[in-house]
């Protein structure tokens, strides 16, 4: 009878650890786990994951800030079912205070951190992409493998000359460092990927471009 009792409580034990794993697995060395927090400010909500020691919106940030009008923040052509699927664009100015209290945007080193942890080889996006809604190149699936859970869609942006350009091909995302190598009052750092190539880019941006938000846990 004791060594029934013993085993029933071992096994009770168990199951409340392996429920306890928000990831639906459990074991030493797991580095993800996936939340979500709610924006005070509007009551939206945004799934949120945890990937090595960092914690990151999963999703790109759709909020319109009082600072923030017509001029410095769009949905993609102009639908707001754009923005509910992809966020807003930002400019660079408008993007610095766009994310809610205790999470702030990224630095260019931050989001480095991202993509080399997550990267098979140097630079790597796949383990980052969504699933779909990469467009397809030659016949071939520009999607991911979203293997941490982040889900970057290929929003587009908005050239701050020509418009709207590269939804389903490209996303871009600000970074908060600005490029001291030229004008910092006219350039800074973003993050791109593409659905043609499985390369994370770095490139220096005009400020007045329009871009995505994912925001980083303080």
């Not at 924006?39 to 090595?52: E, F, L, P």
């Not at 709207?164 to 350039?187: I, L």
Request: with cysteine; glycine share 10%.
């Amino acid at each position: 009878m004791k060594a029934m009792t013993t085993a029933v409580i071992t096994a009770i034990a168990l199951m409340v650890v392996c429920d306890s794993d928000p990831t639906g697995t459990s074991g030493a060395g797991d580095t993800t786990t996936a939340t979500s927090i709610t924006d005070r400010r509007n009551g939206k909500a945004y799934k949120t994951v945890k990937i090595d020691n960092q914690t990151w919106m999963a999703e790109n940030l759709n909020y319109e800030t009082a600072t923030t009008n017509t001029d410095s923040s769009w949905c993609y052509g102009n639908s707001t079912d754009s923005c509910a699927k992809y966020g807003r664009l930002y400019t660079w100015d408008a993007a610095i205070k766009a994310c809610p209290g205790g999470w702030h945007l990224p630095t260019i080193l931050e989001w480095s951190i991202l993509v080399d942890y997550a990267s098979e080889y140097a630079l790597s996006s796949t383990k980052l992409k969504s699933t779909a809604g990469w467009n397809d190149y030659r016949g071939e699936s520009g999607n991911g493998t979203d293997e941490f859970g982040f889900s970057a869609l290929p929003g587009g942006y908005r050239d701050y000359y020509d418009g709207f350009s590269g939804v389903g091909k490209y996303g871009y995302w600000w970074s908060a460092t600005e490029n001291e190598d030229t004008r910092s009052d006219y350039d800074a750092y973003a993050m791109r990927m593409r659905y043609d190539l499985d390369l994370a880019g770095r490139p220096s941006s005009v400020k007045n471009n329009g871009y995505s938000v994912r925001c980083v846990k303080d």
